[in-house]
């Protein structure tokens, strides 16, 4: 007791209790000003033990010492009977007392504040990953600094910690000087990643920063100097440095991409991961190329086998070789970079999921868009394909527009996703919402010729042939060297029924590329269907039919498999002549007949698949021939086909994209009321764009009985389109 009394007396609690609540300010005002600066956290642990080693000094100095009016001294040196340390103790209690309000009304503030800091941390962070700058000097290199820095981007998706804006938005800011605030105000992100690449021979350095985008404050930085073939680390490094700094959680363990080995391969690599993002023919086969090299350097990397196998499936699409060629090339392709570690990123799934689609396995391909989407949802070509895995139902249809748009936030200037919305409310006949996707598309990229070309479709096919003319032609300036934009118009051309202009068009377009498709049938059809060259030699059958022989012939016509209509065409011609045999013999020459499938083909097919248009004309050049068993166990293929199922498969609609599907496959196999019919309600729908290429050259239509009745179904369109190209010239003459 006398211990406590004499702890009391000089004061020794009231001096502890003190510091300890002015102590406390102090690390409240010191925790303040050093986040404002971004101070370590060291600087913070360095002040919490200096103030916790003060406090044993200063109640050692309260025991020891009294503070008297002649100053410091001693407890031993002081009388008792003049001690002060009662008033000492009144001073002390004044100051606990002080810094305890100032205390309380920390803690108001506090409380009227923390709900705005909840809030704030509340905010989920999001990333836009601008492409770092090519510092090597050298323009070819573009490829590579682009490669690295998707490559970054996609080590930070694979964290799944923040959302993260696509490529295609992100590179919209490649090259342009442009405040950082407008850029994330644009993109509407709460961060910046930016940084250079400089490479000389093998040695690569990456610099990296990042930045919050409404301070434009540089929260971390850093250099990196390594050898090629340690590149992979650096870009699992930056994205855990941004974790770190932006102190979030990782879901993931490891944000490791397959490694490699061989640096020459990893720069072919990136080379083939350009060249199919330029998704050309000749791009395509370089691709196959580079890929063979660099799996020769280093058959370890297993993304190389992801790639070459989407280079296959790329080759499949634009007609290089049949799909289920190419699907079952890059299934076994896929099986080795499973082996080899990449089996579980989201371009592996969906690469099979091409090749299920290609081989007639709906199911399992729209399991594994589902797998692609979950792991990587803001790849905007995941998100796109796996939406349009979905049941087409008008309801699915419906779902779709709402989960393209929610997708869209992740890649907001990517136009893709406008013109995928667009093509959805064209599918449902709401044409008003699909126009102003398609404006929106063009907002977004002005100078991309995809966006201005799609919507001129677009207007031809909703009835408006002449301004989709005009439009079409008013956009050849995007892209002048591009074929597609000379035969784009060359098709509306052909529509109108102004033949010279169309094969002028055509011409060009050949001009640039001499094995394009699309332009050799316009211009063969163009030839043909012109009454002005009914007795001219160069136009005569015999000269066409050689013109799509040779075209079919060619192994490098783009799209020859896929949909131009030169294989019906020449069919057309054979049978026209009175020889089917010949008709047949040539149709099985080049056409990749479809073998037999399991399971239901009303689920498993869209209306967009040629496979079943290819089938009903093959069952009609064989009953044709004469083999009609044959004929008639093709034709029994394609028995599931009527009017509700093309409706679910095209969307939800009676649009063009059903009632094409239903003439093409099953004009001869149902009565011929319904098929005028459908070519009625198809001119009804406006649905001008590419009709004279379609309807009058169509084998089906060809061997209808009721030609009278088909000859005032075409009638319709004849007059449309007459009225359209009046329209159209009367126009370019006021101009």
Do not use: C
Request: aromatic share 10%.
């Amino acid at each position: 007791m006398a211990l406590f009394k004499e702890l009391k007396r000089r004061n020794v609690f009231r001096v502890g209790v003190a510091y300890i609540v002015v102590a406390w300010l102090i690390l409240q005002f010191t925790d303040l000003v050093l986040e404002n600066v971004s101070a370590p956290e060291w600087v913070m642990q360095v002040f919490m033990l200096g103030l916790a080693i003060g406090l044993p000094i200063a109640v050692f100095f309260a025991w020891a010492f009294e503070l008297t009016p002649e100053g410091l001294k001693t407890t031993r040196q002081v009388d008792r009977s003049k001690s002060v340390t009662h008033n000492t103790g009144h001073k002390l209690d004044r100051i606990i007392i002080a810094v305890l309000i100032v205390a309380v009304g920390y803690f108001v503030w506090e409380r009227q504040t923390g709900s705005e800091k909840v809030e704030e941390l509340a905010v989920v962070p999001s990333l836009a990953v601008l492409p770092f700058v090519n510092m090597s000097g050298n323009a070819d290199n573009e490829y590579f600094s682009d490669g690295i820095t998707e490559e970054i981007l996609n080590s930070i998706v694979r964290l799944k910690i923040m959302d993260v804006i696509g490529r295609t938005s992100s590179f919209q800011f490649k090259g342009q000087n442009i405040d950082l605030r407008v850029v994330a105000e644009t993109l509407d992100v709460t961060h910046i990643l930016e940084g250079s690449v400089r490479r000389v021979n093998d040695r690569v350095r990456i610099t990296a920063q990042l930045i919050e985008a409404e301070s434009g404050y540089h929260l971390w930085s850093d250099t990196y100097d390594r050898d090629l073939v340690d590149i992979l680390n650096v870009q699992s490094d930056v994205a855990r440095a941004i974790a770190d700094e932006l102190k979030l959680t990782l879901v993931e363990t490891s944000v490791d991409a397959p490694s490699f080995s061989n640096s020459e391969a990893y720069d072919l690599y990136l080379r083939s991961k350009q060249a199919l993002i330029d998704y050309t023919f000749s791009t395509i086969t370089k691709s196959h190329r580079w890929l063979d090299r660099a799996i020769q350097l280093d058959p370890e990397f297993g993304l190389l086998y992801v790639t070459k196998a989407q280079a296959y499936l790329d080759g499949g699409v634009i007609g290089m070789l049949g799909e289920v060629e190419s699907a079952e090339l890059a299934l076994a392709l896929l099986e080795s970079a499973k082996e080899h570690g990449a089996g579980n990123t989201g371009e592996w799934y969906r690469a099979r999921a091409y090749a299920n689609f290609f081989l007639g396995d709906l199911s399992q391909s729209s399991d594994d868009l589902r797998q692609a989407y979950d792991i990587n949802p803001s790849d905007s070509d995941i998100a796109q394909d796996y939406v349009n895995s979905l049941n087409s139902g008008r309801e699915d249809t419906l779902q779709a527009i709402d989960l393209l748009q929610e997708s869209s936030q992740n890649d907001p200037l990517n136009y893709w996703f406008p013109v995928a919305i667009a093509r959805r409310y064209e599918r449902l006949l709401q044409f008003e919402k699909a126009d102003a996707q398609w404006r929106r598309s063009i907002e977004l990229a002005p100078e991309a010729p995809s966006p201005p070309a799609l919507y001129g479709r677009f207007l031809a096919d909703t009835g408006e042939l002449a301004t989709a003319t005009i439009q079409l032609i008013g956009t050849i300036w995007t892209d002048p060297s591009d074929p597609e934009s000379y035969t784009f118009p060359a098709e509306t051309m052909l529509s109108m029924g102004d033949y010279a202009a169309a094969r002028e068009f055509a011409d060009r377009a050949l001009a640039i590329k001499p094995t394009s498709g699309e332009a050799r049938m316009i211009k063969a059809a163009a030839l043909y269907l012109d009454p002005a060259l009914a007795e001219d030699p160069a136009a005569a059958p015999e000269v066409i039919e050689a013109m799509l022989e040779a075209s079919l012939s060619d192994p490098d016509t783009l799209y020859r498999r896929i949909g131009t209509g030169m294989l019906e065409f020449q069919a057309y011609l054979a049978l026209l002549e009175g020889e089917p045999e010949r008709a047949l013999a040539q149709f099985e020459a080049h056409a990749t007949i479809p073998r037999e499938i399991t399971g239901d083909p009303a689920t498993m097919f869209d209306t967009a698949n040629n496979d079943w248009i290819t089938l009903a004309i093959y069952a009609r050049l064989l009953r044709e021939a004469g083999q009609t068993e044959q004929a008639g166990t093709v034709a029994s293929r394609l028995e599931w086909i009527n009017e509700d199922i093309a409706i679910q498969r095209a969307g939800g609609a009676l649009n063009s994209f059903a009632l094409k599907f239903l003439i093409d496959t099953r004009a001869g196999f149902v009565e011929e009321d319904k098929v005028i019919g459908w070519i009625k309600q198809l001119h009804d729908i406006g649905a001008l764009y590419e009709w004279r290429r379609i309807l009058p050259l169509h084998t089906g239509l060809l061997l209808m009985e009721d030609q009278q009745g088909l000859v005032d179904a075409l009638g319709a369109f004849e007059q449309s389109s007459e009225t359209e190209r009046s329209e159209y010239v009367a126009s370019t003459i006021a101009d």
